[in-house]
């Protein structure tokens, strides 16, 4: 008799045996209150624990969101990844973890549009449903947009990624912070400079963190698209999702004509976000993955515009 034929015979237990063979228990007697309003709450605790905690809550939390954008596709579902916090004053132990997924469910029955108003709204109406002066919530996001060839004016999408960040209090209001991670393509001086033909060019991600000013109008301007704007149109060129061949010849050339250090990418990014109306404080990075490098060359820099009043 072969093995398959010694399976087929094979009498195994009923799987309540099965589960006692892998350590599964009886379950024991049950004396604890299984109605909310009788349970302990440890969280609710008040006594003196030491200290005031600046921010507790919970993170990673991946949810599909819709996403409005000035540029096509106008409308799109993506999924979000939050944190979500408030702080806790000395007198209370803790705080309750699960109103945090309740908000955002509840919000997710409403249907969820990703922008900074709605965002604002939920934080404070979180700190209410903690009973708390403050909250916060942070979302992180691939945002998606339609890029043509130069040329051949064929599309396809591309895609940066971005971050809202919003913190509430009772008594200062709100404070919004945006980030947008764009590619772009560089091109080395350098290199063009010392070559007798060609010079070597790498893929460059662009970080642009900034404070929105307290006026900011989400409905006249796309921040997703003007501080995309403000890394691409700095760049030596910018990347294509479809290049035919004469959209790779005026892609490549418009590189080599606009050769870029990443210290000069910072710089013209920052000028950029400089001269937004809506952009308080600012900070740039740009890493480029070099091409004849096992290193990443990286510049950044940090500003605020409230420093020229002082």
């Known amino acids: 008799m072969n093995q398959t034929e010694l399976n087929k015979n094979k009498q195994l237990p009923n799987k309540e045996e099965r589960h006692k ?9 049950r004396t604890k209150p299984v109605e909310k309003s009788k349970m302990a709450d440890l969280q609710n605790s008040k006594k003196d624990f030491l200290f005031d905690i600046d921010m507790v809550g919970i993170s990673n939390v991946k949810h599909p969101i819709t996403i409005p954008s000035q540029l096509t596709p106008e409308i799109q579902t993506t999924i979000g990844t939050f944190s979500f916090g408030s702080s806790i004053s000395q007198g209370s ?25 709605t965002l604002k709204k939920f934080t404070e109406e979180l700190a209410g449903r903690l009973n708390e002066s403050d909250s916060e919530i942070e979302v992180s996001f691939p945002w998606f947009f339609e890029r043509k060839g130069p ?16 913190l509430y209090d009772a008594e200062t209001g709100f ?3 945006v980030t947008l991670t764009g590619k772009i393509t560089t091109l080395c001086p350098c290199s063009k400079e010392i070559s007798e033909y060609s010079a070597h060019n790498q893929r460059g991600n662009v970080t642009m963190s900034v404070k929105l000013t307290e006026d900011f109008d989400e409905q006249t301007i796309d921040w997703k698209a ?6 691409e149109s700095n760049a030596s060129a910018r990347i294509h999702p479809v290049l035919k061949r004469p959209d790779e010849k005026m892609v490549t050339e418009q590189a080599y004509e606009n ?11 920052a000028a950029d976000l400089y001269e937004y109306d809506f952009v308080e404080a600012f900070s ?5 993955e070099e091409s004849i490098h096992l290193h990443d060359a990286v510049a950044s820099l940090n500003y605020d515009k409230k420093s020229e009043a002082q």
């Open 284 to 288: 740039v990075e740009c890493r480029n």
């Open 93 to 117: 132990k803790g705080t309750n973890m699960s109103r945090f997924t309740e908000q955002l469910d509840h919000y997710h029955r409403q249907g969820f549009a990703v922008d900074i108003e």
């Open 21 to 29: 063979l892998f350590g599964s228990v009886t379950p024991g007697p």
């Open 151 to 166: 040329y051949s004016d064929l599309a396809g999408m591309n895609y940066a990624d971005a971050t809202i960040k919003v």
């Open 175 to 177: 404070d919004v912070t």
């Open 226 to 231: 003007a501080l995309l704007e403000a890394a």
């Open 259 to 269: 050769p870029r250090f990443v210290e000069d990418i910072v710089r013209l990014v």
